[in-house]
């Protein structure tokens, strides 16, 4: 096997998106192009509902069920496609921001009606900052929605990108009639009354042409001329280069549910999504040819199943080939470890892989000794950047309600902290623990899960906090930082890497702060350092 040519055929990558914009439903179309599954509705049943809030066993259970749905891969023209699984829900969002450290690219899905929605303008944001390449799909152009200029522009705004139209909807709603694929100039219209099958492309390369007056009606043929027109005018070229800087954003329209349009973007997507590229240690740039394997974990699944307590660690593999029962070297603990039942991921299913390649997707068995963000190698001292831990938005303090079990209780909180459930702040004063999450759906999963899985048990207090700011003085040794920490002395904690935080109880409190002490600076994520 062509070591190179393996790693060319490779596109891994995630879709995004505000629940109930069309993800799932996205996923599952592709996943039925590519052949890799046989009906609609397989992927669906996986699925965290959004009514399902307030019952957290039920969302810890389709998050069991969703291991085999956490890396969906599917061989398509010959390209090797891995989608990683993003939850949708908001109170797992820092699984989705570990997620985009392991996909080379994504698709964004918006809503037609609804427009740019805050779930997505936060996880753009994560996107943007890290200059990963991405696609837009407009969704839903079987309603009325938008128009389709003012949903560009609002794109450009909200989520501070450059897009280039791909291609373009002929009518909305009940007059919606198909697309112009402004990328291989072809015309795609629906057929039958019903809308549910799709025409061959019609090739129109010269839209001039006035037999697009036959097909779609005259009015239709002028206004899409037109709109044509103004794109051309009005928006960039697509360019690849640009594309894949992260500094250019082509656009599709479509219809998820409708099979629409979600073919023409597979298409454009293998032909112009990234394969796998470099990844920053903090050492050196890795790139993905490099014939010794490297590789980080990037997610923690613990089962749920009381007998089988063991953990799935989810490994993306950057460089060189992953080799089952090789020996690879834990750069954290700089054990030598080795893997018999490494498993690989496909649509439904997960099974035994003898060897994997850059862009693969790897899950180890794990009995408690990784922790997301972990590097692999064959010796070298590498440590992968870019798992950074956002400012929670809710904080408790955590006490011991059973005093025979601190043990257990301590060891329960590390680990599920090494999973991601939530971060743990010690407070510096009194060493108190300060458990902080993004949703507050996780302090019931914590305190179930520390019950059913470690035997302990523990209670919660209201802690005021507002944000967690990771502090970074200019110097250390300035009387200034001395005074803000003998003045915040209350407030300073340190997180599971010992990095310095202050738990701030307002917004005002952090401006105040940052006024009177400047040469502190004050970071809302971990990933500060350059
Ligand atoms: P999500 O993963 O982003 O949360 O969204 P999901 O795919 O579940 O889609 C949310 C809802 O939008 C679903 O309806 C889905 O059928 C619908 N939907 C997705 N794509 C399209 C589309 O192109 N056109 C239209 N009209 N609807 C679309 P639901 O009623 O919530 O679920 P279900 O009862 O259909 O399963």
């Keep these: 096997m062509d070591f190179f040519k393996e790693i060319e055929r490779r596109r891994t990558f995630g879709i995004i998106s505000h629940p109930d914009a069309g993800k799932t439903t996205l996923t599952e179309k592709l996943l039925l192009f590519g052949g890799a599954i046989q009906e609609a509705g397989a992927v669906k049943n996986n699925k965290i509902k959004k009514g399902a809030t307030s019952d957290f066993m039920e969302i810890e259970r389709q998050r069991g069920i969703s291991v085999a749905t956490s890396v969906l891969a599917f061989i398509y023209k010959d390209k090797k496609i891995n ?8 109170d797992f969002a820092e699984d989705t921001f570990r997620t ?5 690219s994504v698709i964004v899905v918006i809503d037609v009606a609804k427009g740019v929605e805050p779930q997505t303008e936060k996880l753009v944001e994560v996107c943007r900052m890290r200059s990963i390449p991405m696609l837009v ?7 009325e929605g938008k128009d389709a200029f003012d949903l560009l522009d609002e794109v450009e705004q909200k989520l501070g990108l450059r897009v280039t139209p791909m291609s373009f909807p002929i009518g909305m709603g009940y007059d919606f009639k198909g697309i ?32 697009l007056d036959t097909i779609i009606g005259e009015t239709a043929a002028d206004t899409l001329r037109e709109e044509i027109e103004l794109i051309d005018e009005v928006y960039p070229a697509f ?15 479509g219809s998820a549910l409708n099979n629409f349009g979600v073919k023409e973007l597979l298409e454009a997507f293998i032909e112009i999504a990234p394969s796998p590229q470099p990844k920053k240690a903090e050492e050196r740039l890795v790139d993905s040819k490099e014939e010794k394997l490297t590789g980080f974990v990037f997610k923690i699944h613990a089962n749920m199943d009381p007998k089988h307590r063991d953990r799935l660690a989810f490994i993306k593999i950057v460089s060189g080939t992953f080799k089952r029962n090789a020996p690879y070297l834990h750069v954290r603990t700089g054990k030598k470890v080795k893997f018999s039942s490494p498993n690989a991921f496909f649509a439904e299913r997960k099974e035994i892989v003898e060897e994997s390649f850059p862009g693969d997707i790897v899950g180890i ?5 990784f922790k997301i963000g972990d590097t692999l190698t064959e010796g070298e001292a590498l440590n992968f950047k870019g798992i950074p831990s956002f400012s929670p938005e809710h904080f408790r303090y955590v006490n011991n309600a059973d005093p025979m079990k601190s043990k257990q209780l301590y060891k329960g909180l590390d680990q599920l902290m090494d999973e991601g459930v939530a971060q ?3 407070l510096d004063m009194n060493g108190r623990r300060v458990v902080g999450t993004v949703g507050a759906l996780q302090y019931e999963v914590i305190q179930y899960r520390l ?7 523990c209670t919660y207090e209201n802690l005021a906090a507002h944000k967690a700011c990771w502090v970074e003085p200019e110097n250390p040794k300035s009387d200034e930082f001395i005074d803000f920490k003998r003045v915040k002395q209350r407030y300073l904690a340190k997180d599971k890497q010992g990095q310095l935080v202050f738990l701030a109880d307002s917004e005002f409190t952090i401006q105040m702060t940052q006024n009177k002490y400047p040469s502190v600076k004050l970071h809302f994520t971990s990933e500060f350092k350059k």
């Design 180 to 211: 112009y694929n402004i990328w291989e100039k072809k015309l795609n219209l629906f057929s039958g009354d019903n809308k549910t099958s799709i025409s061959e492309g019609v090739e129109f390369s010269d839209l001039s042409n006035p037999e």
């Design 83 to 90: 989608i990683l699984d993003t939850p949708g829900h908001k």
């Design 424 to 426: 743990l702040f010690t």
């Design 239 to 253: 360019n690849q280069e640009e594309y894949l800087e992260g500094k250019l954003q082509p656009v599709f329209f």
């Design 137 to 143: 799909f407009i969704n839903k152009l079987d309603r």
């Design 365 to 369: 068995h794990d009995t408690g000794n």
């Design 451 to 457: 019950e059913h899985e470690y035997g302990a048990k």
């Design 100 to 104: 985009l450290t392991a996909v080379d």
